[in-house]
């Protein structure tokens, strides 16, 4: 039910003003030992995680607005930080290891800070002898008369170096963003000159009539498919296909579940499988990349292929269990006419070389960044696409995942990032409980939220426990992050935990009950299997 306050629901509207009361509520809270710039990234990372749970505003509007508060409040051009200067004084000796210093200089009662470098401060101890008005008496063997002390250790410049504004604005420019820009441009171009669905004739003709192995076909076609195009628009196609099939059952006949369920249930493993298959494979990509563990897109592949082939035998023995067939044959119409046009022509042309370029990556050595530049030019150059084609891209897509690489910048660099993990004996868990853990978090997380959202708050979390060192030398910065990835993509159990669960819902055919039971079983399995990956196969194949 809308209310009538700017046509949001109750839900939204509550949303909204948690979200605003999330922005300010650090302020409000004795944080201990974190910076103020700390205060303004934990504020817009409540603001941006309640945002995008309530979604009083859409989500890549959310993404926009993040970048908007950090070039405003944490940029070195931002009002908040453009001419700032540290204050800074050298302490008064008043006799040997005794000084005077402003009140304000002491970090707690027993630490003051010392500045080492440019926005650098180092705490020594001190013992206070004194309280006089405005001064303090302290004894300190650590200090000399050289050395600046901070005067106000609460100033927004402690512990915080300013980066340029440029590098929120440059996440629009980010090479996982243009890897992912081509893939969408691809798959327009695909659905335009019926590339898709040729696609899908061709490929599924092999499977005969029976039905398992009809299913079987189209969970293969549906991941084949939403490795290469979005998983979304793939179970929109797919779902066209398999309704005339379902058509030929009874009305009471429950393989029909089964059927419908295999698409959406694909089309979320099948993304998968390369980078460009699903945003939080790029969002973790472009995370690992800003701390120089890159990935192929080839080496992508042989990561998460073999998983993504094991989820999907799982899935179609499972599907087969819960709703067997009652009939033996099925009579498919897979006649049509593959489009000869020069333009279509040239989308094969283009598509083809792409793809090949990609997947022959560590061959050439051509970043897949680069290579995404070939279809985004030659589409547009060859008139393949139009300017209306252009306008119909998800740009929201790729704002969203924008925002994602900006927040975890600016919780990076305040140290925010660290800062959330410094009250959690981490190193105490275990390396393999860790990835148990974030296994666990990520799927279900990811049932409730986006799963670019889920992975978008996880890897900043990911980082800094690979940056802080708290975990000692068994932490694997990579292979954490392919577990957030695929995890996230294994959350099925309801309509709202990914598109193609909805578009598969809106037929009428699934029922939620259905969805969910078999939903939950993938989730358990496929973290049980992502945890002996992460054990016996990433590690052989990633160093």
């Known amino acids: 039910m809308k209310s009538g306050y700017s046509g949001l629901t109750p839900t939204q509207i ?22 103020f710039a700390g205060q303004i990234g934990l504020g817009i990372f409540i603001m941006a995680a309640v945002f995008w749970m309530f979604e009083p505003i859409p989500i890549y509007a959310t993404s926009m607005l993040v970048i908007f508060l950090q070039i405003l409040l944490l940029s070195a051009q931002g009002p908040m930080y453009m001419d700032a200067q540290l204050p800074a004084s050298e302490p008064v000796e008043l006799r040997e290891h005794t000084w ?7 970090l707690d009662d027993q630490t003051v800070l010392v500045v080492t470098e440019p926005g650098k401060t180092e705490a020594v101890p001190v013992e206070i002898v004194e309280r006089n008005g405005q001064h303090i008496i302290i004894r300190s063997e650590e200090l000399s008369a050289d050395q600046a002390i ?6 927004r410049l402690v512990n915080y170096i300013p980066n340029s504004y440029t590098d929120y ?25 019926n590339l898709d669905k040729n696609l899908t004739r061709y490929l599924l003709s092999p499977f005969g009539s029976k039905p398992r192995f009809i299913i079987l076909g189209l969970m293969l076609v549906t991941a084949a498919l939403s490795a290469f195009m979005s998983n ?44 460009i298959g699903t945003p939080p494979n790029a969002i973790v990509i472009a995370a690992l990349t800003e701390y120089g563990k890159s990935i192929s897109f080839t080496d992508w ?19 087969l269990a819960f709703f067997p067939p009652s009939v033996d044959r099925f009579n498919l119409n897979l006649k049509g006419k593959l489009n000869l046009s020069p333009k279509a022509i040239g989308l094969y042309v283009i598509f083809g070389a792409t793809v090949l370029l990609w997947i022959t990556e560590n061959m050439h050595g051509i970043p897949s960044s680069m290579v995404a530049f070939l279809p985004v030019a030659a589409l547009v150059t060859g008139s393949i696409l139009s300017k209306s084609d252009i306008r119909n891209l998800p740009w929201d897509v790729l704002w969203l995942m924008a925002g994602g690489i900006s927040l975890g910048i600016g919780m990076d660099k305040t140290g925010l990032a660290v800062w959330m993990i410094s009250g959690f004996d981490w190193g105490a868990m275990g390396y393999i409980t860790l990835i148990l853990v974030f296994g666990i978090v990520a799927v279900g997380m990811s049932n409730f939220l986006s799963n670019t959202v889920t992975a978008t708050l996880l890897m900043p979390l990911v980082i800094s426990l690979h940056t802080s060192g708290v975990m000692g030398d068994s932490f694997n910065l990579l292979i954490t992050g392919i577990v957030i990835a695929v995890a996230c993509s294994l959350a099925m159990a309801l309509p709202i935990s990914t598109p193609p669960n909805a578009i598969a819902m809106s037929t009428g055919i699934i029922r939620t009950k259905d969805m969910a039971k078999v939903g ?14 992460a054990m016996f196969y990433w590690p052989l194949v990633t160093n």
């Open 520 to 533: 939950v079983i993938i989730g358990i399995v496929g973290v049980m299997l992502i945890l002996a990956y």
């Open 150 to 155: 901070v005067t106000n250790t609460k100033h």
């Open 100 to 106: 005077q210093i402003p009140s304000g200089a002491l």
């Open 301 to 319: 592949i042989i990561v998460a292929a073999p998983l993504v082939v094991m989820m999907l035998i799982f899935a179609w023995w499972l599907l």
């Open 14 to 35: 509550t949303g909204l003003f948690l979200g605003i009361f999330g922005l300010i509520l650090p302020f409000l809270l004795p944080l201990g030992s974190l910076s």
């Open 169 to 193: 604005i440059g996440t629009l420019a980010n090479p996982i963003i243009i890897l992912f820009l081509g893939g969408f441009m691809l798959a327009e171009a695909s659905v335009k000159y």
């Open 232 to 275: 979304t628009a793939t179970a929109a196609m797919m779902v066209t296909v398999i309704l005339p099939i379902i058509a030929q059952l009874e009305p009471g006949d429950r393989f029909k579940f089964g059927l419908a369920l295999s698409i959406p249930i694909a089309a979320n493993i099948g993304g998968i499988a390369t980078p």
